[in-house]
């Protein structure tokens, strides 16, 4: 396949593991009008990286990029994301090599971002109810669980299924994520997120389906329960940190602690009051029951003004226009320099 392709330049990274039996009917599904696909050979032990060189000489689209070791999704996408910027692609998109993810949407995903009224754009895999109830029961289950988590951390309370690997991002917003600092495996969806709400970039969720069939899926629900939930928090806490101290100063900088501070002293007096209580057999008095209840109720209400705040303050203008501006100015500066 030779095609030309005038600007944008529209590329898709595909992370390979084990997918030599799916490989080549995914890179078949993407529309001709997707200018380079990136093929991450993520050290693969199956036959992937020849299927992938055999796939470059049909299609000339296809890039096969190599890495030394396994380093898991994430860390693979992120390889194929600096190829491309490398390559000055405009717009990149994440296509899974197993086949779950349809290829002809592609382009749907683009579109948003070039248009300019996103940054980054994920799928969203329970808008059709239908689907929904297609959908292997633990994933499910495991998918709405973290949601919340996910909202909290990322401060994206408009986006729901924080996990769908099928995302689009622009050129300049990827070039200002740390790549070494995002996870290399299955939390990256969600660190990815989290990065992008500290550049405050606008994401944007569009429906898809997913093909489940017979493959085995390298997401372990229960190592996820575990792990993810611990992830989410420190992301949490970094979050705040960034946009509302270091970055900026708002009434949430001031609810957010107090209140936490505020719930903590009255749920541990209430607790040591408790003890003492029913060692001694004397009830609490009015007034030791106060103390301990009005921090609480106090610090709940802090805390809720905060998280109205919080979800108020979503990203709504995409932020790639104003980084391409200044990319332009700067370049020419230097032109005028040299």
Avoid at 72 to 85: D, E, N, P, R, S
Avoid at 150 to 167: A, H, I, M, Q, R
Avoid at 182 to 191: A, L, T
């Amino acid at each position: 396949m030779n095609v030309e392709h005038p600007w944008p330049r529209v590329a898709v990274v595909v992370p390979c593991y084990k997918v030599a039996a799916s490989i080549e009917s995914v890179v078949a599904s993407i529309p001709p009008e997707v200018w380079r696909i990136y093929c991450v050979n993520d050290s693969s032990p199956d036959d992937s990286r020849s299927v992938i060189e055999r796939l470059a000489e049909q299609d000339n689209r296809v890039r096969l990029v190599d890495r030394s070791e396994n380093g898991g999704v994430g860390a693979a996408f992120m390889t194929g994301v600096a190829a491309a910027l490398a390559d000055k692609a405009h717009v990149i998109v994440k296509l899974d090599g197993d086949g779950q993810m349809n290829g002809s949407f592609v382009t749907d995903f683009a579109a948003p971002i070039l248009t300019g009224e996103a940054d980054y754009v994920k799928g969203n895999r329970f808008y059709d109810v239908e689907h929904v109830l297609a959908m292997p029961r633990a994933r499910l289950i495991g998918n709405a669980g973290l949601s919340f988590l996910s909202k909290l951390s990322t401060g994206y309370w408009n986006l729901f299924d924080p996990t769908n690997g099928f995302v689009a991002i622009h050129a300049e917003v990827a070039r200002l994520i740390p790549a070494s600092k995002v996870h290399p495996r299955y939390f990256f969806e969600s660190d990815l997120l989290f990065r992008l709400s500290v550049l405050r970039a606008r994401v944007v969720e569009l429906p898809m389906e997913t093909i489940y069939k017979d493959e085995l899926s390298g997401l372990n629900e229960w190592r996820c329960l575990l792990t993810f939930p611990l992830l989410h928090a420190r992301n949490f806490f970094k979050r705040i940190f960034y946009n509302y101290l270091l970055r900026n100063f708002s009434l949430g900088s001031i609810t957010l602690p107090l209140g936490m501070l505020m719930l903590s002293f009255g749920s541990l007096y209430g607790l040591v009051r408790w003890i003492e209580s029913y060692e001694s057999q004397e009830p609490a008095t009015a007034g030791t029951v106060m103390l301990s209840a009005l921090p609480i109720i106090i610090g709940i209400q802090l805390m809720l003004n905060f998280l109205a705040q919080d979800v108020s303050s979503v990203p709504d203008r995409a932020v790639h226009k104003r980084l391409t501006h200044k990319r332009t100015l700067v370049s020419a500066e230097r032109e005028l320099e040299g």
